[in-house]
Each structure stands twice: as structure tokens, then as C-alpha cells.
């Protein structure tokens, strides 16, 4: 038998969100994050390692593109600069360079062509200073007679002037350090002649290879030498040579020789006067004494007993 009643069926449909509270989408907002924090940390680092004027010629690139530019320099895409990421050193202590300043490949030319010109200037002076002593030697009723003793000559440290001995006209007695009369007049002649120049005056004795009887362990011609460049020095002094010029007073002994094949000869006993030059001069007070750089024409000698 049929049934009159009907059955209503009833369909539920369940809108369904995709993940739900496990989805992805807060691993986006991570990632961004973790990206803002990076490039924030890379600013700080940038910020720290980059120079006072470094950070302004940044600023000034940013503000003014087209004026930076155009006017060159660091920031305007040289590899100097840290705005490119080039350069040997990314924290330089020079910074930015500034308007109306040259830049420091400029600067470091122009510093070499000074320091050139006044070098040859120096050079210029002293072999002006040179011509005048010889000249003062032929002049001078009190020189003459030592001409043949007395060589002048340029070198790498200055105008050297070398007084030597002769067979039968000493500077100093056998085994003395005092200076004979005949000399104390030349001595004193240089010393004002050597005056009228500023620069500074190196001082060095020497002596022949004849040793002393105890030989180098009590007074040598170590010493000897020594107090002969002392001797001299004093009538250098009294000659009217400022004190104040006076850089360095040494004595070498027999190490350096004007004639090595014969150590006897006379001329190896001499005073050595030198005008230093202002690489001399400077590399004295730097390094101190370089007793060995006195005589550049001779390469090296042993010291005799």
C-alpha cells in the first residue's frame, strides 16, 4: 500500500577554510620578519664601519645625486668609496674629500713633486756651498798651504769635507788627540765658513790601522778617533760654528779607509765634516747613529783589531 506521506531529505553543506589554524600563511609574515631584521642589523653594521666623512659624502650623494656626480670624488662612484662596495679598506680614516680639496692619489703626487723640488733645491745649495769653499781654500793665505789636504765632495748625506794627514804634516801627533796649531787655523776657518749655512753638521774621526800596544782592550784608536772628532769639534765651536748644529760626533776608527790596500797610508788618518742634507738629518734623528753611512763612498771595511 502506497504511502500518502512524503520523506524531506535535508542537505548540509559545510563551508570548509582551507589549513585552517594549521595554514602557512603566518610563515610569510615570519620570513618578512626575519628579512627586516637582517637588512637592519647589515644598516648597523654598514653605520659602524663607515667613516664620519664617509657618512656625509653619502648623505650629500642622496641629497644631491647629480651634483656629487658630476663634481667627482668619493661617493660618485670611484672604488674608493664604500657607496659601491670597492676600495682595498671599507673603514679609511681619511674621509670624504672635501670641496675645494684634492683627493689623496692627487694629494700623494703633489707631496712627492715637493719633497723632489726641495731636494734638488737642497742639492742646488750645497754645491752652491761647495763651490764656495773651494774657493775660500784658494783665497784664504790660511788654507792655501792645506789645499792638497783638504777634499771636498758631495755625497748621498751631504757636502762632506775631509781635512787628511800627509807624511810631514799631521793633524794630531802619533797616539795624541790634540790638534797641532797649523791645524786649529783650518779648523777654525771651516767652522765659518759652515756657519752661514742652516743645516746641521755630522762629525766623524778616523784613524790608520796601526794598533796600540794592548791592542782593542784598553785605549784603541776606537777611542783615539774619538777624541780627535771631539778635538775637533771644539775648534769648530771656537771657529764661530753654532753648538746647536752639531747632530752627531763619532769616532770610527780604522773601519772605514780612504785607501783599504794600504792601511798605514797617512791619508787614512782624517777628520770628516759633513753639511747633512734633510734626509740625513732626519734619518739620523729617526734611527740614531748609522756610523757606517758617514763615508757612502766606501761600500764596507773591517774593523782592525
Do not use: C
Not at 65 to 77: D, I, N, R
Amino acid at each position: 500500500m502506497a504511502s500518502d506521506s512524503s520523506q524531506n531529505i535535508v542537505v548540509k553543506r559545510v563551508k570548509k577554510v582551507a589549513g585552517g589554524s594549521h595554514g602557512g600563511s603566518w610563515k610569510i609574515a615570519y620570513a618578512d620578519f626575519v628579512t627586516a631584521m637582517m637588512a637592519f642589523f647589515l644598516l648597523m653594521w654598514l653605520l659602524g664601519s663607515t667613516t664620519k666623512g664617509d657618512m656625509q659624502g653619502i648623505a650629500d650623494y642622496f641629497n644631491t645625486p647629480l651634483k656629487v656626480a658630476m663634481a667627482g670624488g668619493s661617493g660618485s662612484g670611484d672604488a674608493s668609496s664604500v657607496v659601491t662596495g670597492g676600495g682595498k679598506d671599507l673603514s679609511r680614516q681619511a674621509g670624504q674629500v672635501k670641496e675645494g680639496e684634492l683627493p689623496p692619489q692627487r694629494r700623494n703626487i703633489n707631496l712627492r713633486a715637493a719633497e723632489a723640488e726641495l731636494q734638488a733645491r737642497e742639492k742646488a745649495r750645497l754645491g752652491e756651498l761647495k763651490g764656495r769653499v773651494e774657493a775660500a781654500i784658494e783665497a784664504n793665505t790660511a788654507l792655501r798651504p792645506f789645499s792638497k789636504q783638504i777634499k771636498v765632495d758631495l755625497t748621498a748625506d751631504g757636502l762632506r769635507i775631509q781635512i787628511v794627514d800627509e807624511q810631514n804634516r799631521p793633524m794630531f801627533d802619533s797616539g795624541s788627540a790634540v790638534v797641532k796649531d797649523s791645524m786649529r787655523e783650518v779648523l777654525r776657518e771651516i767652522g765659518r765658513l759652515l756657519n752661514d749655512v742652516p743645516n746641521r753638521i755630522s762629525l766623524a774621526g778616523h784613524t790608520d790601522a796601526n794598533k796600540y800596544a794592548m791592542g782593542e782592550r784598553g785605549y784603541s784608536n776606537w777611542e783615539l778617533s774619538a777624541d780627535r772628532a771631539n778635538a775637533s769639534r771644539r775648534e769648530l765651536i771656537a771657529g764661530g760654528i753654532l753648538e746647536a748644529k752639531m747632530l752627531r760626533v763619532v769616532g770610527l776608527g780604522p773601519a772605514v779607509m780612504l785607501d783599504p790596500a794600504n792601511p798605514a797610508n797617512p791619508i787614512n788618518r782624517r777628520i770628516s765634516i759633513t753639511v747633512l742634507n734633510q734626509q740625513a738629518e732626519q734619518r739620523i734623528l729617526d734611527t740614531g747613529s748609522d756610523a757606517a753611512a758617514e763615508d757612502p763612498a766606501v761600500d764596507s771595511a773591517e774593523p782592525a783589531g
